[in-house]
């Protein structure tokens, strides 16, 4: 009657009813989730708040773009910041384990039909040979192998900011479709650890990893393509209460949206804030290992009141709702399709939503029915 | 245009306008808030909820009463659970540097016509020589100097579970008219540390202190005499993050009524928890010496979104709403009386109220306006 | 001047004069170190140190041994604890990615001439189809694949103890003639990520990683084949503390024979234990991330002061000579080979050796110099 | 038989054979130690370590002197740094709790036949009407009532470094007989909170305290009269351990001299450097409340190797034999008395003498005897 997740051998996401076909061609082999490409309105103010207050190193930079790279990295960039007109994601960047990965790449995006460019020295500063597509989903993303290394800070005690980020950890995608960008995922070699569903077996959202944490990337169920969120990893949790601590210093309490708190899915600490433009950006610590393969699935009821936050916290609206545009490979907005299954929110929050602390026990309500 | 809190040298709080006179015997040299007698309908839920959840000490218990104390705590029980048929606060408990402040409680208390009952054995076990009083507030003091010395924890670190709770730190009390309580309180020896008040000088809380830290009690403006809440202190933050974590597991996480979070008012880390009573327990950790004859007191906007919690994260309503009655020294709750100045929830929290995060910047709105 | 580590591209290593030959089978693909045979001669002692006072799971116990496992873990156990009449090492256990790597082992190390063992259900309880060989080395090798899965209680925070052991992080070994191991490691598939070396070229010890961490085994040298520790991973650095802590309280405070500190190489916080029978327990938390297959390999010089301590606190002489021996498959202990190089001890303690906090300053001598 | 120590209710040190008379002048209020007047050599060098390593904060400074004070006070110091030839504390000043406590002061030790000096407007920036005294064992002692009132920095986390330093904590004195100059103490208002005895009554070390914390400052058996420490609190260990980290990445990790560590003696978290001039500076952090009257003294036995380091970690030499010269109110160093009474290193390490982890089990010898 607890309500605790199920554990599953294998993926337990119903299969699509309209897949995207898996390609005959083998894919390339991502070691992890390696940067972001953003689209800035403001250049000094998304400057101020990744660099001043989140404290990320400025790897190099120009007047329209700056590089920026968490403490334990050594290549060239997790972060990309671009002035443009218009918020957005313009690449959600991989790197591959070999340069013959390009190749297999660019076959595999061939095949599905999807639009593919390669540039021997790069789309930006610091990365060689690159493949950018257009993937089936909407979403732009990039494929690496050469980049340039830079000094990896993790010993520069004396450099590291209260609340010190370490590690790209993941990007989070918004789709209309979970089960269908799941399928497509795995095509491309990543591996589902754990999952939102209901008992009719809609799938609210899905986490999927290449390195062995909880993910390189997450599908969340709603209009998209768009990003939803990156999240930067510090060691530990007081961390991340330390950069509460000084956006309530700087007067920018505002930024923080969502949390801390600690996440059932993954079991990691969080934080969502939001940059100048209203990019959504997390900051995470302590998930699991996850690299055996036969990594157990965990599966959690979307009426489980402790699956977005294990202290039943509630999630606002806004995180459900509010996301990034990505852009196509000309720079343009990605029209966003709209979500036809039944979203997140509406289930779980309101008069038509429902959910619970402990399972069987809803008339107990929950702690958002009793303090809102 | 930040918003700051003001700093005066004395305390700001406008006179009452109805003010408890000030005896003419010499209050009480009161030590500390010492321990709080809670009745409880369920008394082996209570347990659970302090010594299985919280991870209080038992010192001893009977039938009817469990006397618990925390880990750092040389005197016999700073709470004791007390079965009876309405959840209620029986004795707020306040220890006396001498037997000789035993007769001076006695005579304050009479001067201002209050019921005075002293028993030489005590009230509870543990406790010698004891003076019970219905204050001018209404609320049920209690006064002792003698008690029974016990181990000091600290050093057991073989016993301490995570989460270790070192010490009660505060009581907190709501009552209707803020200002009259405060200067009757500061007849009584105390001092007041911090504020809130709106440019009109209505006063919504104050925080008050005999030991050196920011309160042993504060004054919560609301419909009263009742207790809102009891606070134990942690050494550290995580200790108070695994609290939460331990309520998730074991899907009490409904327990958890606001936060974690920190303070602006004090600058501590706090979270607040309600126990199957209802009645609130807060648990607290680092806030700031406030021991020197001039200590500074720091006044907050109401209208400060960063005042009740430095990262702008929102009150619930329940957590101005609700407390938990006190009893008279017969043990009936006391009548309680309406509150007649404006509420701190009305004039901060939906259409008729609002908050800033920068003051002059109220167009922005604040977090709870934008996600609810 | 500093002194800081080298960072090459590849591994730094000298050549071995005496090399292990490379079989032309393709090794098997080692997921990750997953547990480890400890043979004690008082099962009920070893008990209550890894049970009682460190928390690791009881998965299973029988009259002659117990199977125990960490919180993150899913697998049946990490760690198992086997009475036999001397202290010893039984076997460095590996999961393979599929059962086919179970055919590559014995392939491997049949060329190489090794003693190879293999037994469809297994050496031990939870565990299949398993290859335990004697490696060139002399170190008893266990590879798996088939294994009982476990509930995950990584979301347990009701039984998590303070100081809670999440993960199996690495073994470390004692062996002669570090460059002829190391070279054997990376025919076995393992990585160098970290070294310490003299001008000279010799080298006191390598780190080598399977899984995305500084290391799944480190070769340390001295009298092997022996094992330097074993060591499980927490969350963060204050439940580190918190066991020694808990020592202290149980008057065990003698169980400590290192740190805790601050490592340079792998820039993890540490603390060395030893248990009743004296195998050494290292506690371990927060390296960084070696994924990417070019990984930057960072070499110390072995007079570096910081390399070992990253605060310069001595290495006590116990760390560096005192191991526990292993087992031959018959359960015999191995016979000790000894040292030729120079020992680390030797060349950075004591009246031969010098150690420099900064490297062109060594007249100022070091701490350990200073005070003893 | 586990050595844990004596609790008493009352001061357990025996009367001091050659006793300083009580005055019948009442002593000063004292509330709290306040700050330190140092002598350094090389100001540069000394504000690079307090104010660049350290974070303290700079209230003010000229060509001699820098003011400085830690994140949660408000008055103008608590620590002073002025340029001079020799290195040595110039002043141990407390905050007396009225004006009137001045004349207190006077009177108290002009009866002991003391040299007394007061200067109405201070003998330093920020403070007004001050008394600075040699006190009958050598030491300079500065009260006073008036100070500036700075800004209480303890809500800027946007300026507050990694390891932030928010409290003055206590100062440690270095006396030939510990004994006699706790009876003076105890005269000037101290009161015991903890003491290591050995069985023969022999003292070698007390803690005493005016604010309700274990101390504002100890009296250790040794050649003296000599400033042993100066401590600094944090709210948290990991704000110590930062500290350490940020030395290594400075290369100036030789500045750890002891820790960090959990003291037996207050139960505190603990770190010792030493500044340039080899000044002995502490960091600190949870030690437990001593307010009520009826503290229990705990006293600890010499041999007990978990006193002064609760993990048995050893105590290095120069901690116990090295200290800073304290000045007389010309400027000129106190000329040092020598112990007469054994030392505690004699009687605890090396060849003469012994500790224990579990009393009665001594034949186990100690950690450090294993290792050196």
Redesign the interface.
Known sequence: M???PV?S?RDPIPAPADPIPTPSSPPPDI??CASLELVVTDLAAARRFYVDVLGLVVTDEDETTVWLRTF?E??HHNLVLRTGPVPAAAAFSY?V??PEDLDRAVAFYTELGCRVERRSDGFTKGVGDTVRVEDPLGFPLEFFHDVE?VE?L?????????G?L??LDHFNQVTPDVPRAVAHMEDLGFRVTEDIQDDAGTTYAAWMRR??TVHDTAMTGGDGPRLHHIAFAT????QI??I???????????A??RG?G?H?VS?A?YLYLRDPDGHRVEIYT?D??T??????VVTWDVHD??RRD????PV????YTEASRVLDLDGRPQPVVARTDTSEMAVTIGADGFSY??KGDEE?G??LG???
């Open positions: 607890t309500g605790d554990v051998d070691v992890r334990d050594f290549i790197r384990r070999t290394h990896r993790a010993w520069r005690y004396d450099l590291q900011p209260n010190c370490v590690r390195k062995p060691h530990e949790k007081h209460t330390a509460c601590d000084r956006l309530g210093a700087l007067r920018r309490s505002d923080i949206e801390p600690r059932g079991n600490f302590q699991y290992w690299g055996d393969p036969d990594n157990p009141n402790q294990w202290w039943g916290n606002v609206p806004s995180w602390t402990r107990r929950f702690k009793h303090t809102l």
